[in-house]
Structures are given as C-alpha cells and as structure tokens.
C-alpha cells in the first residue's frame, strides 16, 4: 500500500483492507470521506474460488467463501452508499461470475456465494437508480488470472461417489489454469469502459464462454416456464 501511494503520489492512496472484517472496511471509507470527501467509483473485486461437492464441504469451508465473496461485498457496498447518496452519483461494480447466473457441479458453495452477491447487486440496482447510483454486475468465464491457482481452494474431504461430479471438476480447474481463454487486460479496458456510460449494463459477461453458459441458463429456465405453465397457473385462488 505504501509503495503504490509513493508511485502515485497526488494522484492514489494505497490501503490495506481485509474486507471479512468489518472494522477495516469502515476505517477505510472514513479515510477517504476524510481525503477525497467523495467517490466516483466502487470494484467489489475479493474473493476467491471453491471446488468441491456440496456434502464435502464442511461448515468452515462453507463460511469462508461467504465471507470472502458475499458478505465483504456487501459491508464494502453499505459503507460506500452514504458517499454515494450524499453527492448523488457513483457507480458501484460487482466482480461477479458467469458461476453467479449458472450453478455447476463441484462449484456448488461457490456458486452460492455468487448467486448471493447477484442478488442483493440487483435489488440494490434498483434502489439507488433514483438517486442517481449506478450498479453494473460483471459476469466473467475463466481469465488467465491467479483465480485457477494460489487463492483457489478445494474442499478438504473427498467422496468417492462424487468422482465423476466434483472430482471431475477439480481436475478441469487444475488443467485450465494458465490457458483460460480470457485476457485480463481487455477485461480492464471492458469494466473501465462501461464506467465511462452514462447507461451502463446491469449485467456484463465477460469472455466466449459465460455467453454459451449463461444462454444455457435461460434456455433451461424457460424450458421449466414453457413446460410447467399450466400446472404453475392451477395454484391460484
């Protein structure tokens, strides 16, 4: 932090923040209500990745990825809104997951967590556009990032009957890394971009691959709508 404050000089201020504790994240944003007095925009982009089957995981593994990916992004979220409302204007953006819209086996927890961001980012969306708040989700595929190696975690237990699911995704997550198909700066120069909007997206797949799976997603939920419709009505008073 102190290195990219001294390179950036009157131009950044570095801050070393643990987003799973709360204490910081407020100490931090009363620096810069105290330093800037304002903020243009907020990247709630911690986190780290997940493989293994839902019952494999254990409670503390399960916790950690919330912490991580859900509930840091909102305590950031919450203390950046009162400087957002007060000047009316900002734009928050959520590093979601193509894995936010689309589950798949093995990534089960992981998922979880990116459903969970997801779905308070669009309520949230909905809640600020009066106040002139912007909020753009960003649903990324695999980049050519540390995501596939250091940060990424596996769940500690392992049952054989899930060898075919979650042990076959583990392998996958192994083999991709250091050839995923996305470039981390065009993915920058993507996310910058969409800040310079005055209508940015709401949701902004990043990469080939969340376009094939999350048109999967819809295709699989209006299947569900088309085939289920007559049995959904019959419910009603």
Known sequence: AANFTKQN??????????????EQVRAAF?????RFG??????????????????????EEVRA???ANFFGALEVTRQALPLFR?????????????????????????????????????????????????????????????FAAGSFQEAA??????????????????AVNGKQEGDPEKAAAAIYHITTLENPPLRLPLGKIPL?????????VQKDLNDWRTLAEETVF
């Open 30 to 34: 009363q620096i810069i209500q105290s």
């Open 9 to 22: 000089e009157g131009k950044g201020l570095g801050l070393v923040m643990d987003v799973t504790q709360a």
């Open 157 to 174: 237990a392992k049952i054989d009957d899930y060898q075919a699911t979650a042990g076959a995704f583990r392998e996958r997550m192994r």
């Open 65 to 67: 990825v919330m912490e």
């Open 38 to 59: 304002r903020l243009d925009v907020l990247v709630n982009n911690a986190g780290f990745g997940f493989a293994g089957a839902v019952e494999e995981a254990s409670d």
């Open 86 to 146: 007060q000047q009316k204007s900002g734009h928050i953006l959520q590093i979601s997951s193509h894995g936010g819209i689309k589950a798949f086996p093995g990534f089960g927890i992981y998922n979880a967590a990116k459903f969970a961001l997801e779905g308070f980012s669009e309520a949230l969306a909905g809640e600020v556009a009066p106040l002139g708040i912007r909020l753009s989700i960003v649903e990324p595929g695999p980049f050519r990032t540390g």
């Open 212 to 220: 094939t799976t999350i048109q999967a997603k819809l295709d699989s």
